[in-house]
C-alpha cells in the first residue's frame, strides 16, 4: 500500500463545474496536509494547506480532511481552463519535515 | 520577494562527470528540502537541511549523492559519476524557521539530462 494514494486520472470536468480530487494516506500520525498545483513541465505551487478536520476555503477552492477516515480532498468550484494541471496531495507526519506525495491526478477542465 | 532559486535550470552531464544544482531559499527561510521527480513518477523526498546541519537525508541514495547548505551561500546538491537513471527534475523547497507545521515553496527546479 502506497503512503499516500491518489487516482491518477484524468478527471475530466467542464468549465464552470465542481472538481472534486481526493486522496488517502496510510500513516495515522500525519497532522499537515497540502495540495500542490504542478503544470507539466513547472515546479509545484503550493494552493491549499490543512491540519485539523473539517473544511478550509480559500476562493474557488475548499480543502476537507477527515483524518479518521484518512481521507484528504480539494474541490475546485467553477472551474476554468487554467486549473487544468496535475493535483499532487501531500502529507507530513507528526514527527520530521519530509512531505510524503502521492502520485497526482490529472485533472482537464473542458471549454 | 525573491521565491526559492535554483540554477540551473537545464544540465547535461555526461555518464561519470559530476552534477552540482544549486537553491537559494526564500528571503527569511532557513530550512531547505530537496525532492527529486523521475520522470512519470512521483516526487520523493531526498534531503533536509538547515545551516551547517543535514537534519534528514533518509530519502538520499547512499552512494555518490551528498547534500550541503553552508553559513554562507546556496544549498548544494552534488551527484558523483552520474548514470543515466539520474536524469530527473530535482526540486528545492524552502521553509521558514519555526516547529510549527509550515508550509514548503518550491523551486523552479533544475532538470538533470545524463548522456
Known amino acids: 500500500q502506497k503512503e499516500v494514494e491518489q487516482n491518477s486520472g484524468p478527471l475530466s470536468v467542464p468549465e464552470g463545474a465542481i472538481a472534486s480530487l481526493n486522496c488517502t494516506y496510510s500513516d495515522r500520525g500525519s497532522q499537515s496536509f497540502f495540495w500542490y498545483r504542478q503544470y507539466s513541465g513547472k515546479s509545484p505551487e503550493l494552493i491549499m494547506s490543512i491540519y485539523s478536520n473539517g473544511d478550509k476555503e480559500d476562493g474557488r477552492f475548499t480543502a476537507q480532511l477527515n483524518k479518521a477516515s484518512q481521507y484528504v480532498s480539494l474541490l475546485i468550484r467553477d472551474s476554468q481552463p487554467s486549473d487544468s494541471a496535475t493535483y499532487l496531495c501531500a502529507v507530513k507526519r507528526d514527527a520530521g519535515n519530509m512531505l510524503t506525495f502521492g502520485g497526482g491526478t490529472r485533472l482537464m477542465v473542458k471549454p | 520577494n525573491a521565491g526559492v532559486m535554483q540554477n540551473p535550470r537545464h544540465l547535461v552531464r555526461r555518464r561519470g562527470q559530476e552534477a552540482r544544482l544549486r537553491c537559494s531559499p526564500m528571503?527569511?527561510?532557513?530550512?531547505v528540502y530537496w525532492y527529486r521527480q523521475l520522470p512519470e513518477e512521483g516526487l520523493k523526498f531526498m534531503v533536509y537541511l538547515q545551516k551547517e546541519n543535514i537534519i534528514d537525508e533518509s530519502g538520499m541514495p547512499k552512494e555518490r549523492f551528498s547534500a550541503e547548505f553552508p553559513k554562507e551561500g546556496p544549498s548544494i546538491l552534488r551527484i558523483q559519476q552520474v548514470v543515466r537513471g539520474d536524469s530527473a527534475a530535482y526540486f528545492c523547497?524552502?521553509?521558514?524557521?519555526?516547529?510549527?507545521?509550515?508550509?514548503?515553496?518550491f523551486g523552479p527546479g533544475t532538470r538533470l539530462t545524463v548522456t
Open positions: 528571503k527569511g527561510h532557513s530550512h
Open positions: 523547497a524552502s521553509s521558514p524557521p519555526g516547529t510549527v507545521p509550515s508550509e514548503q515553496y
